[in-house]
């Protein structure tokens, strides 16, 4: 079997165990973070106060799963759980079954953590990079079509115009173009 591979699981969890439900599937993720292929999980509960917990983890290939599955790390974790979930059902989808069905679910999570902002000064070169033209362009553009306006009032046009530009077009540009600079990995 190619290509990634989703398993679903239902368990029933005590609703007055939420918490430590959480706490237990925090552990989990970023145990399996650690492994090679891992692709991401999730939760789904069909309501707020439901003993039914449906979940999702998702690997790049079968050999990747498998790895997980068979590691000590994951039987330390299952086992950490023993008193808290039953598990109920467990299927290994490969291909998009199941991620159309209609939800139900009014209690939705994804545990993997977000990734961390870049820092405040590769944010601020990456918004020099395209304020600083935009801003001469605008300006020129400015001193011959609004060159009588009144100051506030040609600032006013300028940045109602950059704005968007800025907003919509350039800075999404310019992120996706420094991408592995703004997310490089940080010296301690």
Known sequence: MTGPVTVSITRQVDPSQADQMLAWL????????????????GWVRPQAASTEWHMLYRFASQDALETWEL???RRWWLDSAQGLVDESSREHRTGIEGWFDEPTSVDVQDLRAPAPAPPRWKQMCAIFLVFFPLSVAANYAAKDLAADWWLPLRVLATVGVMTPVMTYLALPWITRLLQPWL??????
């Open 26 to 41: 925090r552990a989990g993720t970023e145990l399996a973070e650690r492994f090679e292929g891992f692709l991401g999980s």
């Open 183 to 188: 997310n490089g990995s940080r010296r301690s």
């Open 71 to 73: 590691s000590s790390q």
